[in-house]
């Protein structure tokens, strides 16, 4: 059974950075390098929205309220996708959640909380 695990969320202070990484298991075999990853947020009482995504070939896409202070990537040997956040907002504050695009496989979400 393929599944996704994410990691690295908690509480930082505005201004602060983190790195989420989302590891997909052995299960998911050579469809992980060949598949879409994305992250996707979702804030309290807002809908789930997508911020980035990466392509096998590693092309990239952001959500333009995180252009220049998120980096999405990928490591194809080893199942994992990471993002890079940098300057937290307040409004960064939301469950983050790694999708495997190929099979709509989701994780159980990182909470990522920016306060002061």
């Known amino acids: 059974q393929v599944q996704l695990v994410e990691s690295g969320g908690g509480l930082v202070q505005p201004g602060g950075s983190l790195r989420l990484s989302c590891a997909a298991s052995?299960?998911?075999?050579?469809?992980?390098?060949?598949?879409?990853m994305g992250w996707y947020r979702q804030a309290p009482g807002k809908q789930r929205e997508l911020v980035a995504s990466?392509?096998?070939?590693?092309?990239?896409n952001y959500v333009d309220s995180v252009k220049g202070r998120f980096t999405i990537s990928r490591d194809n040997a080893k199942k994992m996708v990471y993002l890079q956040i940098n300057s937290l907002k307040p409004e960064d504050t939301a469950v983050y959640y790694c999708?495997?695009?190929?099979?709509?496989?989701w994780g159980q979400g990182t909470l990522v909380t920016v306060s002061s």
């Open positions: 990466i392509i096998s070939s590693g092309r990239v």
């Open positions: 052995a299960a998911s075999g050579g469809i992980f390098s060949i598949s879409t």
């Open positions: 999708n495997l695009g190929y099979l709509d496989i």
